[in-house]
């Protein structure tokens, strides 16, 4: 239903419901008469149409892009001006189908009592028409929020391939001439990554099993280029297979420890990989050798790919996720990540 059609809708439905619990009420009192069914009537699309006004006031005044603060008191004294129109209404109602009684209705009691009625039904719209536009509008902020966070995320992912496979091709072009054998190998490990590494196209979490794997087979093809200057421990807590991780968000801080540190090491080092859960959430720690100076390392900066995996994170998992990177020792840096069980 458009926005317009479902505004007449609960419109329409409101007063409908108002004069009926009116009609309801007299019926209890034993004093309803036909006269009053129309005057009641009338009085509730007079309500109709003067809170349909109203809203054309708020419109007009945009008071629905403003804090309430800016425009209470003005909105105050136009649903007591409207009131005041209401009970001119009643009376006059009250006129034309016999029911005018001057010895109440021009009561003082009575006359506030109406107005304050009028006051309290325009209040109530009121709030319930702002509550709604601030539900509707929340929930398209919301909306938004996810869309943009969507293509980010796409983005980010699309990053991943074309500077992982720049990197992998570099490391099988130096073995096609010197190593046959090991050049197929390591082809075939890199056709196993690329396999597991749709997922980052495909769905925004995929399992550590997966992620670890991919892992390994780039840590053994960058093992074939490295040779004896790559050494490389797991230790691996079988509850971390429990949880789901982005696709190549490990694999990408693993390369960035390769390629920031170990690489730029003439007698090359060694790169840890551990997963342990704690506190019902997977811990993972990278160490490697290299060094870190205010948050760079020696000679090259870290890349993109610390950046990519804050982004990243923040998108996934908002403030429950960490990360941190820093020197762990004289000789070694230390990459630390901590994801909560998405449900």
Do not use: C
């Not at 920031?260 to 859960?277: C, D, R, Y």
């Not at 060094?291 to 998992?317: E, W």
């Amino acid at each position: 239903m458009r926005r317009s059609g479902l505004y007449w809708a609960l419109q329409i439905g409101g007063w409908s419901v108002y004069f009926i619990l009116i009609i309801f009420f007299l019926t209890l009192a034993d004093v309803l008469d036909t006269k009053q069914v129309l005057s009641f009537f009338f009085l509730s699309v007079y309500f109709l149409f003067t809170t349909h006004f109203l809203r054309l006031i708020v419109l007009k005044r945009q008071w629905l892009n403003v804090h309430v603060s800016n425009f209470i008191g003005k909105l105050t004294f136009t649903i007591l001006v409207f009131s005041l129109f209401n009970f001119g209404f009643q009376i006059l109602l009250s006129f034309i189908f016999g029911l005018l009684e001057f010895s109440r209705d021009f009561q003082p009691f009575f006359i506030l009592a109406n107005i304050l009625e009028a006051v309290a039904l325009y209040f109530l719209w009121t709030i319930i028409y702002f509550l709604y536009h601030y539900v509707d509008n929340y929930n398209k902020n919301l909306k938004y929020e996810a869309k943009i966070n969507e293509i980010e995320l796409n983005h980010l992912k699309s990053q991943l391939n074309p500077h992982f496979i720049f990197n992998a091709l570099n490391s099988i072009r130096a073995l096609v001439h010197e190593n046959p054998e090991k050049s197929k190998k390591a082809i075939t490990q890199l056709s196993n990554i690329l396999r597991n590494s749709l997922a980052v196209d495909k769905k925004r979490l995929t399992s550590f099993s997966d992620e670890l794997a991919t892992v390994k087979d780039y840590l053994e093809l960058e093992s074939i280029r490295f040779e004896e200057r790559l050494n490389v421990k797991y230790n691996i807590d079988p509850s971390a297979f429990q949880f789901e991780v982005p696709p190549m968000m490990i694999q990408t801080l693993v390369e960035n420890g390769i390629k920031h540190g170990i690489s730029t090491l003439k007698n090359g080092g060694t790169l840890s990989l551990n997963a342990t859960v704690e506190d019902g959430q997977l811990k993972i720690e990278i160490r490697n050798s290299g060094k870190y100076v205010n948050g760079k390392k020696v000679k090259k900066r870290s890349g993109f790919g610390i950046d990519n995996t804050k982004q990243r994170l923040k998108i996934l998992y908002g403030n429950n996720a960490s990360f941190d990177i820093k020197n762990d020792n004289e000789e070694g840096v230390l990459t630390s990540l901590r994801l909560p069980q998405l449900t």
